[in-house]
């Protein structure tokens, strides 16, 4: 189906792109740039091919998302940096304006200073809202693998549909040293699971797939986007209270 490979595309590239700014904003080389995208891309949809018992995994054997992530990786990695220095620079005058009056550095020093923040703060922008499509999109993907099983129910959809969209992610923050996303940041994996329940009752009672997609996409992206403004998060244990150690 057109739509579902259009969007398995859109997805890779997405995560592909999360991977690799996540590896440049912990200054990674190049190949680590590259691994990072390629295993935030396929990671996840790995997971699932092995827990359905399909092996090898399709990634293996279409070797066409393992290159567009590598591809992407690549521009990314020499493509980012430029993209948010020319920003900074089109913003040069607003930036002095801005530092007015500080008498300790130069203007090449605060340009050098502001385009950094810029990066930084640009970088974490694109990477929520790349990692949100991917997670919409590959959790859609994963769902409609698993509803396709001879056994399927809405457990196994749910949790392959959340495996799918998810793995890649908990993957690429484990590599770096980070608490995976789906731990921490707003609402993640309800999300998730939100969409893959959603995408069960509508396919479990025929409505058309290009409807389904579109509003199971549009609910884990509304979900993020909701979580992300107003900063929701699932409670979170406050270890000093209870004086809890391992």
């Known amino acids: ?7 398995e595309v859109v997805g890779t590239v997405a995560f592909a792109i999360s991977g690799a700014l996540v590896g440049m ?32 995994p399709a990634a293996f054997i279409n070797p066409n998302y393992f290159i567009i992530s590598i591809v992407v990786s690549i521009m990314a990695f020499y493509g980012y940096p430029k993209l948010s220095t020319m920003y900074t620079t089109s ?10 009056g500080n008498k300790y550095m130069s203007e090449e020093q605060i340009l050098k200073i502001a385009n950094r923040r810029k ?8 990477i929520l809202i790349l990692d949100s499509i ?3 999109t590959f959790t859609i993907l994963g769902a409609n693998l698993a509803f396709k099983q001879v056994h399927s129910n809405i457990f196994l959809v749910v949790c392959m549909g959340l495996i799918t969209g998810v793995g890649g992610g908990i993957l690429r923050d484990t590599f770096v040293q980070d608490t995976p996303m789906i731990f921490k940041r707003e609402i993640y994996a309800v999300a998730s ?19 389904t ?23 979170i244990s406050n270890s000093d209270k209870y004086d809890i150690s391992l």
């Open 91 to 100: 913003k040069r005058k607003e930036i002095i304006s801005e530092s007015q």
């Open 25 to 56: 904003q912990k200054k990674l080389d190049l190949f680590g740039v590259i691994f990072l995208g390629i295993i935030t891309a396929i990671g996840g949809g790995i997971f699932r091919d092995v827990t359905l018992g399909q092996t090898p």
């Open 119 to 126: 990066q930084i703060a640009i970088l974490k922008k694109v």
């Open 213 to 235: 997609f579109w509003v199971c996409f549009t609910i884990i992206l509304l979900c993020r986007a909701i979580s992300i403004r107003l900063k929701l998060n699932l409670p």
């Open 1 to 7: 189906m057109m739509l579902l490979i259009i969007f």
């Open 193 to 211: 699971i939100l969409g893959a329940s959603v995408f069960y009752l509508f396919s479990f009672y025929g409505v058309n797939y290009d409807i």
């Open 134 to 136: 991917g997670l919409a």
